[in-house]
């Protein structure tokens, strides 16, 4: 475990540690991280497990995690690496980590939001650490019939905004509004073809 190093300021004195912790609300930053740091570097090896597990089980209260997320926020509490390791891989095996289970909901989120194409939702999962077969099988039902679906919705939406803006200028917004958000060029152009059709309708 990484030790305090300089960081511009006093380094803690444990033998007054008692006294620190009662004036911790009025330290810098830099200070309250080499006094964690301090009482670190003597923690035991059950302390850590301790550390990793309540970290894990608190992130989990909240909503879903990947194992990866999961592994940055252990590294950046600076739990010993093998600990980590071996924490993670017990509530993999306890199934209350689960990289499947996150890729689901992570769909099923952004699909009710109806705001992101297939393409756009892969590249965040495999940013999550998800492999490229769960991608898949998460994927698998995202017909392309319903990602035009979405892309209309949001270039209707879009162009709808921009009454007053010239129609080059509407165009143009609206295309790289759908880009962004994972759409491939035959599903910009044929999505505002579509949303333009029905403004019109509606006039």
Not at 24 to 32: D, E, F, M, N, S
Not at 44 to 58: F, G, K, N, P, T
Not at 94 to 113: C, I, P
């Amino acid at each position: 475990m990484e030790h305090i190093a300089d960081t511009g300021v006093a380094e803690v004195d444990l033998a007054n540690s008692a006294t620190l912790s009662k004036k911790k609300t009025k330290l810098t930053p830099a200070q309250r991280l080499a006094y964690r740091r301090a009482k670190d570097a003597s923690r035991s090896e059950e302390e850590w497990y301790v550390i990793a597990r309540d970290l894990i089980y608190r992130k989990l209260a909240m909503r879903e995690y990947s194992v990866r997320q999961l592994r940055q926020a252990l590294q950046r509490r600076e739990v010993p690496e093998e600990i980590a390791e071996k924490t993670l891989t017990k509530f993999c095996e306890a199934g209350l980590v689960s990289d499947l289970r996150f890729a689901q909901t992570y769909v099923q989120t952004r699909r009710a939001a109806r705001g992101s194409a297939s393409y756009k939702i892969k590249t965040e999962l495999m940013r999550y650490g998800i492999a490229n077969e769960i991608i898949a099988e998460v994927l698998a039902d995202y017909y392309p019939e319903e990602e035009l679906t979405i892309a209309v919705e949001i270039a209707q939406k879009k162009l709808s905004s921009m009454v007053r803006v010239p129609a080059e200028a509407q165009y143009r917004r609206t295309y790289g509004y759908l880009a962004r958000r994972g759409f491939n060029p035959e599903q910009c152009a044929k999505a505002i073809s579509i949303a333009l059709a029905h403004i019109a309708e509606d006039c």
